[in-house]
């Protein structure tokens, strides 16, 4: 069997098993590994790897925006288990012939974002490559360990939150794959496929409440990353699609396109933002309180229920068959 | 200018410019990096990568091999320290049409060396490559700060030495590059290239040594490391070249295919042993304390001197010009 029809979720299941984790530690399955310490903290812990042909290409985003990139993607892990980043390992593969001005605008791309969310590059790996140009970041942070979210705590009745708008990202590559012309719109699309923006410190206040059983952040889309949510807290969820928070700017150059806006928001990808669930009871002063906070909504989007591994849709509370499909990176 | 004409010393050095360290942390520019933690003990932190068509060919190396190797390769960077490996977190990137077997087959290769090295494997990324196959891990480990090597302490005076024979790997390469023969001999050096043994048990019994005082491992050449190691130190040093250990495989195989076996010795790179210098009065017994222990010979090569930055050769104590060339990764 090829990778492409075996898919990266059974892989990850192949090596998770080969793997079993010991001592507490939480490993392979959630988005950060989690080392607690003798103080009640932990190391947060992830790895992302982008590579040139499958998570960018070289002639649309700049070499600046790609370091940066190559950090936000990493620090989005962190922050959706309510951690903040800290150390930064870099391992980048460069072919021959690469331009060095292009390499040092990467690694620009990576100070700027290292600086804005104060994290310290501390080593790494500078190697050759054939062809293609790898990028690779590990990225450490930590939390209290009482306050750390995994996305397997989700219980019946949560509601299901995000915090915000669905698809624009995907929208923007969307733009970029199709050679839609670059009106301001479109534009704002890509650069937010360009440039992803990861929730710190929303991320951090959300963990520091109890009331938020489960979390993870949206990095393959809202339909690929809420079946792990569940399958990982064994539960089911229903998602009401005229809740899902649309930009203004996504309807529109949906419209003028004539795509699917439910679609790019469903499994588009890449939107880094939060998906949580909270109590039923306590949902309400929590999205009061974080409206007072961050003067951003918290958009409930749906519920879970005790349907083990089932994702169902309602539009107006009807029932919806939803098959758009989930994006491959073997394919 | 292109990446092929500047390197991955002067990449580094530049990488290193843009990322100060602070807070009394070791960064970049030693094996690992060093995080101290509060009860006296440290954190090692390494990352590398492995580049198809750069460091491994797909048709020559076992996939089984190729997971080994991505972790030994490691493990020699927080054993140059002075530490023991814990925990690993894995990065691979594989091509669409990649055989799910061979995959798996590299999954059976790490965790072989997890298991050999007591390594938890906590987490990683597994993504799509458009068409060559990238592995990169980053391992965690640790030491007492207060027996962390590094290679900028070495003293005018120091015996540099080194505990195995130099030049069996890139012999092993040279092999494959040539299409030797494989007798046995051929294919002992081989299965050094693909199976580097790095000297855990011994690392940390140099490190728990005083009079060691700097050290760091083998990878890329004798010649190149040292240079580093010196530079590092501010020092200089003064090599016998009849004093590098070299297999009696090595003497055979190159004397057979009229190669020199000095040159795989100081260029050849992917030793992976332990380079490191020790105060010339406590050598002698130091020696034979080591002996005593792991029933193996430490190998005194030459010394360190004022000369600061200058690495110079001798034949039976009379200076030798050397100019084999080190192996860039960019080229």
Request: proline content about 3%; hydrophobic content about 40%.
């Amino acid at each position: 069997m090829h990778f492409k029809d075996w898919g990266e979720d059974p892989f990850i299941e192949y090596i998770s098993k080969q793997f079993p984790s010991r001592d507490n530690l939480i490993g392979i399955g959630d988005d950060s590994a989690v080392i607690p310490k003798e103080d009640g903290s932990a190391w947060l812990i992830t790895t992302d790897a982008l590579v040139e042909g499958v998570h960018f290409l070289r002639d649309q985003i700049t070499a600046k925006d790609l370091g940066y990139k190559t950090v936000a993607v990493n620090v989005s892990d962190i922050v959706a288990m309510g951690g903040a980043p800290q150390y930064a390992f870099l391992s980048i593969a460069l072919p021959k012939m690469t331009d060095c001005t292009w390499a040092q605008c990467v690694i620009d791309g990576i100070r700027e974002a290292c600086g804005k969310w104060n994290i310290l590059l501390l080593g790494g790996d500078t190697v050759g490559s054939k062809r293609d140009i790898f990028v690779n970041l590990t990225l450490i942070g930590s939390a209290l360990q009482s306050k750390i979210k995994y996305r397997n705590q989700a219980q019946s009745g949560d509601v299901i939150c995000v915090n915000g708008y669905l698809g624009d990202s995907g929208g923007g590559l969307k733009a970029l794959q199709t050679g839609a012309i670059k009106t301001a719109d479109v534009q704002r699309l890509i650069d937010i496929h360009f440039r992803p923006e990861p929730f710190l410190d929303q991320g951090m206040w959300l963990a520091s409440h109890h009331e938020v059983h489960a979390m993870m952040d949206i990095s393959d889309g809202l339909d690929c990353d809420l079946s792990r949510l569940i399958k990982s807290s064994q539960k089911g969820a229903v998602i009401e699609v005229n809740q899902i928070p649309i930009s203004s700017t996504l309807s529109k150059v949906s419209m003028e396109q004539s795509w699917s806006a439910l679609e790019l928001a469903l499994v588009g990808g890449e939107d880094y933002c939060l998906l949580l669930t909270i109590a039923p009871q306590a949902f309400e002063s929590l999205q009061n309180a974080f409206q007072s906070q961050f003067h951003l909504p918290l958009f409930p989007i749906g519920y879970i229920n005790d349907c083990k591994g089932e994702l169902a849709y309602t539009r107006n509370d009807e029932a919806i068959q939803v098959d758009y499909k989930n994006y491959n990176h073997f394919q």
